[in-house]
Nanobody, 120 residues
Framework: QVQLVESGGGLVQAGGSLRLSCAASGRTFSNYGMGWFRQAPGKEREFVAAISWGTGSTDYTDSAKGRFTISRDNAKNTMYLQMNSLKPDDTAVYYC?????????????WGQGTQVTVSS
C-alpha cells in the first residue's frame, strides 16, 4: 500500500502562485511515477503533470507548460507542483497520483485531493 497526503491548496488571485506538496509513504518501488491530476466541477479528471521518480523526467499538459513545474525530493519522498501565473480556469481539486510505471498509463493510488481556487 502507498499513502499519499497532499497539502498546499487554497484561494489565490489570478496571476498568483501556489505550491502543492504530496508526501508518499508506505511501500514504494525503485522506479515509479508520480503526478498531478485535477478535476473541475462538472468536468472529468484530467492530467496535469508527471515525473519519473528514478530519472526525474517530466511531462506536462499543454495548459501547464511554462507555468507549472513538477519536482521531487527523494530524501523526503515528496513531490511538488509549483503553479505560477494562475488563471481562473485552473480552479479545481488537484489530486496526487502514484503509478508503478507511469501515471499517464495507469494510476495505482490517489491522494485525497486539495482544492485550488483562483479568483478573477
Amino acid at each position: 500500500q502507498v499513502q499519499l497526503v497532499e497539502s498546499g491548496g487554497g484561494l489565490v488571485q489570478a496571476g498568483g502562485s501556489l505550491r502543492l506538496s504530496c508526501a508518499a509513504s508506505g511501500r514504494t518501488f525503485s522506479n515509479y511515477g508520480m503526478g498531478w491530476f485535477r478535476q473541475a466541477p462538472g468536468k472529468e479528471r484530467e492530467f496535469v503533470a508527471a515525473i519519473s521518480w528514478g530519472t526525474g523526467s517530466t511531462d506536462y499538459t499543454d495548459s501547464a507548460k511554462g507555468r507549472f513545474t513538477i519536482s521531487r525530493d527523494n530524501a523526503k519522498n515528496t513531490m511538488y507542483l509549483q503553479m505560477n501565473s494562475l488563471k481562473p480556469d485552473d480552479t479545481a481539486v488537484y489530486y496526487c497520483a502514484f503509478s508503478r510505471s507511469s501515471v499517464r498509463t495507469g494510476v495505482d493510488y490517489w491522494g485525497q485531493g486539495t482544492q485550488v481556487t483562483v479568483s478573477s
